[in-house]
Nanobody, 115 residues
């Protein structure tokens, strides 16, 4: 089983940037696709970006060109660089497997985009 810890969130003005980081334990990390998910109040959790074990990426259409997902298998981390943030990006952000059965969710990290 993998333990997940997200960090890097905060309050930022529209147009600003944040870099989120996810630290994952477990020796099988490098064999799994990973994803960043977000959940806004009153809405379902959605995947915003995913990266395969080989580094292939996929993005939610609304974040393409603004967000970049990356991973470091040696460090068991997956990051999400978020640029040109919009108010609609406001949510709690989580990391987990990119597909299949999810591991236990971490606490997430709050991102608030507001003026």
């Amino acid at each position: 089983q993998v333990q997940l810890v997200e960090s890097g969130g905060g309050l930022v003005q529209p147009g600003g940037s944040l870099r989120l980081s996810c630290a994952a334990s477990g020796s099988i990390f490098r064999f799994n696709a990973m994803g960043w998910y977000r959940q806004a109040p009153g809405k379902q959790r959605e995947v915003v970006a995913a990266i395969s074990s080989r580094g292939y990426t996929h993005y939610l259409d609304s974040v393409k060109g603004r967000f970049t997902i990356s991973r470091d298998n040696a460090k068991n981390t997956v990051d999400l660089q978020m640029n040109s943030l919009k108010p609609e990006d406001t949510a709690v952000y989580y990391c987990n497997k990119g597909s299949g059965s999810y591991w236990d969710w971490g606490q997430g990290t709050q991102v608030i985009v507001s003026s």
